[in-house]
Structure formats: structure tokens, C-alpha cells
């Protein structure tokens, strides 16, 4: 068990490192995916980086309430699913699968929930009769629209003018030119339905949630109005936790006061990693062929936060003779100054590069290193 304090990490809406102090009891949602594609390493990118997180704080004595949630209702998911001709619930439940045998085969630990948006449709549509009542919705077009202007802090996180979020929103699903809406960056809460797609009644007639509401009601009802960490990939800053925050916001009458983490996009061929344009490498394939120990170092061999790094062939190369070179280490032993300099590092903002730097150097020195390595999610 360690001491509660000393651990810094960067704060998106801050833009700073700042110091991070919470109660024994971690309250952490990470946006989980929609389950329409195999696992990338994008995804592994970032799972990877918030599992090092969990560990370390499961090391320094807290525990640790982690929410990955499934939105399992979306409009990339529908659209897949009727491409490829098979009910939307049987391609998330198929795809869902594999994600959870790949993060498991890199060695993450699983959340404490993880909880599906299909199943918090009661807590959407009492959510959005809320806002309606209190001034922060407005029905418009058989849709149900968030006011973004009805609370002031929206746009702290990205800190992004508004022409830039409209040019982003609009890469993202975010429709500015609907007529239907007052200002065009607002967002829908609630929509109709299309022919086929799934839908519920609400009092503003049958249809379906939109992507942000369901993120929302599900941190909301799962860990409650105070969020000590909420973190995804570095595509949800804006405009998916922009709502999320102003939603969130609204809902509570008070910001959350939490740490904002985003794990940098991860490049290929110079671009980001994306479903849409389908420039992915998926964790599958690669496992085929390598110890996913290796792919797990490789991916923590490049700091969270280094802007659109670049996934080459090498990272891989490097990270299984590094592999090699730690299961020659001696076996067994303490190593007591590695182990505080590992947790370190890592409390450090999650400086993994410079963990596995301090580890190769034991590892070159024949001192044991088991310990520190098991702090990383590596077995050895």
C-alpha cells in the first residue's frame, strides 16, 4: 500500500498538470466503444494507458470504481448493421466479444461496471424531460435538442472557438446544418427513429437517444454526481465531452470538478487511426503473430500525451527484444529502489517511456525486476 499523495496528471480542461488527491474510493468513467468493429490500436492505445492508471491506484491503497460503458445504439453502429444485413444488438454483442478477449489478452483488468446505453433509456428520457423543464432543451422538429448557450462554461474543455467547433462537430456527427435546430451547435438528446431501427416511446414521440445523453445518464447513475477521472481517446475531447460536461453540468447544478484525460490519437501512414476512413491496424491480427506482451509494451513505449504518434512495425520489433530482455532478468528478489522509482515515473502523469527505461536498466544490470514490471500489467 502507498501513501495517498504525489501523483500529477494532466488535466485537459486545465491544459496543466495538476495534482491529482482523491478520496480512498476512485470514481472513473472511460468512454467505452461502439461496437461495430474489431479492436484497434487506437483502442488498445488507450485502454492500455487507463489500465496502468487503475493498477497504480490500486497500488497506492484506493479503490477503484471504473465505468467503460457500450453504446450499443448509434448511428455508425445502425448503419453497419444494416450493410451487413444482421440485427444491431447481434453485431455489438459479436464485436463486444473480441474486444473483451483482446483487452484481456493484453493483460487489462476488467471494470468495476460496464454498463450498456440500452439500458439506461429510462434514465435518458427522465434526464431530457428535465432539461426541457429547467430551460436547457427545447423540442424542435419531432428531435430533442441540448441548448448549448444555457450553460456557459460549454466549450472549456476543448477551448475551442466556435468555427472550429462546427468545423469538428461536423466531421463528427453533429449535423450544424439541421434546420431544426436554434443555434447549429447545439445537439440532439433525442431523435425519431428510421425505418428498421430501434425505438422507444418518450413524450416526444417514438425514437432514439443520441450519442452524448447516453455517456451522461450512465456515468450519472453509475458512479453518481462526483467523477474523479473522465477519460478517452483524444476524438472525444470535442464535441462528445463537451456535451458530456455541459450535460452532466446541467444535470447536477454544478460542474464536475474532476481530471480530464485524453490518450493522443494514434497515426498510420500519417493519418489517425479511424473507423470511418478504415486506416486501422486490428489487435487481432497483430496477436497472430506476436506475444501480446509485446504489443502492450510497444504501445506504452510512447508517453499518453505525444501528439499523433506514429505506430511502425519497429515499435513492435523494439518491444519484443525489450520482452526478451526482461524475462532473462533474475526471477526472483526484491528491488525495492526500482519498484519506487517505477511508481514514480508512473505518478509522473503516467510517464510509462521513462518506467520502462529505469526497468531495462535493472534488467541490463541482472537486478530482479518482477515487481515493477507487474506494475505495468506485464507478467513475466
Given at each position: 500500500?502507498?501513501a495517498v499523495?504525489?501523483m500529477?496528471?494532466?488535466?485537459?480542461?486545465?491544459?496543466d498538470?495538476?495534482?491529482?488527491?482523491?478520496?480512498?474510493?476512485?470514481?472513473?468513467?472511460?468512454c467505452g466503444?461502439t461496437p461495430y468493429?474489431?479492436t484497434?490500436?487506437?483502442?488498445?492505445a488507450t485502454?492500455?494507458?487507463?489500465d496502468?492508471?487503475?493498477?497504480?491506484l490500486?497500488?497506492?491503497?484506493?479503490?477503484?470504481?471504473?465505468?467503460r460503458n457500450?453504446?450499443?445504439?448509434?448511428?455508425?453502429l445502425?448503419?453497419?448493421?444494416?450493410?451487413?444485413?444482421?440485427?444491431?444488438l447481434?453485431?455489438?454483442f459479436?464485436?463486444?466479444?473480441?474486444?473483451d478477449?483482446?483487452?484481456?489478452?493484453?493483460?487489462?483488468?476488467?471494470?468495476?461496471?460496464?454498463?450498456?446505453?440500452?439500458?439506461?433509456?429510462?434514465?435518458?428520457?427522465?434526464?431530457?424531460?428535465?432539461?426541457i423543464?429547467?430551460?436547457?432543451?427545447?423540442?424542435s422538429?419531432?428531435?430533442?435538442?441540448?441548448d448549448?448557450?444555457?450553460?456557459?462554461s460549454?466549450?472549456?474543455?476543448s477551448?475551442?472557438?466556435?468555427?472550429?467547433?462546427?468545423?469538428?462537430?461536423?466531421?463528427?456527427?453533429?449535423h450544424?446544418d439541421?434546420?431544426?435546430?436554434?443555434?447549429?451547435?447545439?445537439?440532439?438528446?433525442?431523435k425519431?427513429?428510421?425505418?428498421?431501427?430501434?425505438?422507444?416511446e418518450?413524450?416526444?414521440?417514438?425514437?432514439?437517444?443520441?450519442?452524448?445523453?447516453e455517456?451522461?445518464a450512465?456515468?450519472?447513475?453509475?458512479?453518481?454526481?462526483?467523477i474523479?477521472?473522465?477519460g478517452?481517446?483524444c476524438d472525444?475531447?470535442?464535441?462528445?465531452h463537451e456535451?458530456?460536461?455541459?450535460?452532466?453540468?446541467?444535470?447536477?447544478?454544478?460542474?464536475?470538478?474532476?481530471i480530464?484525460?485524453?490518450?493522443?490519437?494514434?497515426?498510420?501512414?500519417g493519418?489517425?487511426?479511424?473507423?470511418?476512413?478504415?486506416?486501422?491496424?486490428?489487435?487481432?491480427?497483430?496477436?497472430?503473430s506476436?506475444d501480446?506482451?509485446?504489443?502492450r509494451?510497444a504501445v506504452?513505449?510512447v508517453h499518453?500525451r505525444?501528439?499523433?504518434?506514429?505506430?511502425?512495425?519497429?515499435?513492435l520489433?523494439?518491444?519484443?527484444?525489450?520482452?526478451?530482455a526482461w524475462?532473462?532478468?533474475?526471477?526472483?528478489?526484491?528491488n525495492?529502489?526500482?519498484?519506487a522509482?517505477?511508481?514514480?515515473?508512473?505518478?509522473?502523469?503516467?510517464?510509462?517511456p521513462?518506467?520502462?527505461?529505469?526497468i531495462?536498466?535493472?534488467?541490463?544490470?541482472?537486478?530482479?525486476?518482477r515487481?515493477a514490471?507487474?506494475?505495468?500489467?506485464?507478467?513475466?
Amino acid at each position: 500500500m502507498q501513501a495517498v499523495t504525489g501523483m500529477r496528471l494532466f488535466d485537459t480542461m486545465s491544459g496543466d498538470v495538476v495534482d491529482f488527491r482523491p478520496d480512498v474510493v476512485v470514481r472513473m468513467y472511460t468512454c467505452g466503444i461502439t461496437p461495430y468493429d474489431s479492436t484497434h490500436l487506437g483502442h488498445a492505445a488507450t485502454y492500455v494507458t487507463y489500465d496502468v492508471l487503475h493498477r497504480r491506484l490500486l497500488d497506492r491503497g484506493h479503490e477503484v470504481r471504473l465505468v467503460r460503458n457500450i453504446t450499443d445504439v448509434d448511428d455508425d453502429l445502425l448503419a453497419r448493421a444494416k450493410r451487413d444485413g444482421i440485427n444491431y444488438l447481434d453485431l455489438a454483442f459479436g464485436q463486444k466479444r473480441r474486444f473483451d478477449e483482446d483487452l484481456a489478452v493484453l493483460g487489462n483488468l476488467e471494470p468495476w461496471s460496464e454498463p450498456r446505453a440500452t439500458s439506461a433509456i429510462p434514465d435518458i428520457r427522465g434526464m431530457i424531460s428535465d432539461y426541457i423543464r429547467q430551460g436547457y432543451a427545447y423540442e424542435s422538429g419531432g428531435s430533442v435538442y441540448f441548448d448549448h448557450a444555457s450553460v456557459p462554461s460549454f466549450g472549456s474543455i476543448s477551448g475551442y472557438e466556435k468555427e472550429v467547433m462546427l468545423d469538428v462537430g461536423a466531421g463528427r456527427g453533429e449535423h450544424p446544418d439541421d434546420d431544426a435546430k436554434r443555434h447549429p451547435l447545439d445537439t440532439a438528446l433525442w431523435k425519431p427513429s428510421g425505418e428498421n431501427e430501434p425505438a422507444w416511446e418518450s413524450p416526444w414521440g417514438r425514437g432514439r437517444p443520441g450519442w452524448h445523453i447516453e455517456c451522461s445518464a450512465l456515468a450519472l447513475r453509475e458512479l453518481g454526481p462526483v467523477i474523479d477521472i473522465h477519460g478517452g481517446g483524444c476524438d472525444l475531447v470535442y464535441p462528445h465531452h463537451e456535451f458530456c460536461a455541459a450535460q452532466n453540468q446541467a444535470a447536477t447544478g454544478r460542474p464536475e470538478t474532476g481530471i480530464w484525460i485524453h490518450q493522443s490519437c494514434v497515426n498510420l501512414h500519417g493519418e489517425p487511426m479511424s473507423k470511418s476512413t478504415g486506416n486501422l491496424i486490428f489487435v487481432h491480427d497483430l496477436l497472430q503473430s506476436h506475444d501480446p506482451r509485446a504489443l502492450r509494451l510497444a504501445v506504452l513505449s510512447v508517453h499518453y500525451r505525444e501528439p499523433n504518434w506514429e505506430w511502425s512495425d519497429t515499435l513492435l520489433d523494439d518491444a519484443t527484444s525489450r520482452l526478451k530482455a526482461w524475462i532473462n532478468a533474475p526471477a526472483t528478489g526484491p528491488n525495492d529502489t526500482l519498484l519506487a522509482d517505477v511508481r514514480a515515473a508512473i505518478d509522473d502523469d503516467l510517464n510509462t517511456p521513462h518506467a520502462l527505461a529505469l526497468i531495462d536498466a535493472s534488467a541490463a544490470n541482472r537486478q530482479p525486476i518482477r515487481e515493477a514490471v507487474s506494475l505495468l500489467g506485464v507478467a513475466l
